[in-house]
């Protein structure tokens, strides 16, 4: 399997290019739209996946997060991780200048390339690192069909 890794900017350009068309249709130039609500933030939180001769392993960053907002489940051969963070407005007599840490849903999926055993799967959650292992489906021997 090839290692497929993500830059970091494709997130800021995505969000930056969000902005630019919710600028632009929400602005002066269709003022019937500038009501319409903001939706809620997504973001992805970085993930790794990969194999060993028994399982398959994802690990998911989600630090910050309580073990009750995140979600894993297994639909056919597609894992889909999903979760929530909330930062609470402690600081309300601030204005912020600059914020960075990104808040709201978020969903991962991921399509297995082979059946996993569901009963085996785990999952942990430690130091902001959610990870999961899915143990390979070991295939049974074939048995050796009589003709008739």
């Known amino acids: 399997m090839k290692l497929m890794t993500r830059t970091p900017t494709a997130a800021t350009v995505k969000r930056d290019v969000d902005t630019l068309f919710d600028r632009l249709i929400r602005g002066p130039i269709f003022p019937e739209f500038?009501?319409?609500a903001e939706p809620m933030a997504t973001w992805?939180?970085?993930l790794d996946f990969s194999e060993t001769e028994k399982e398959y392993r994802v690990r998911l960053e989600?630090?910050?997060f309580h073990r009750e907002n995140l979600d894993v489940h297994l639909d056919a051969n597609v894992l889909t991780l999903t979760g929530q963070r909330e930062f609470?407005?402690?600081m309300q007599d601030e204005d912020f200048l600059w914020q960075e840490r990104e808040e709201g849903r978020f969903t991962r999926s991921i399509r297995l390339p082979a059946a996993?055993?569901?009963a085996?799967?785990?999952a942990t959650y430690e130091h902001g690192?959610?990870?999961?292992?899915?143990p390979k489906l070991t295939p049974s021997p074939r048995a050796k069909i009589a003709i008739r």
Request: negative net charge.
């Open 34 to 36: 500038a009501r319409v």
């Open 44 to 46: 992805e939180p970085a």
């Open 129 to 134: 690192v959610l990870t999961v292992k899915l």
């Open 120 to 122: 085996k799967i785990e």
């Open 62 to 64: 989600v630090p910050g």
């Open 88 to 90: 609470q407005q402690e």
């Open 116 to 118: 996993v055993e569901e």
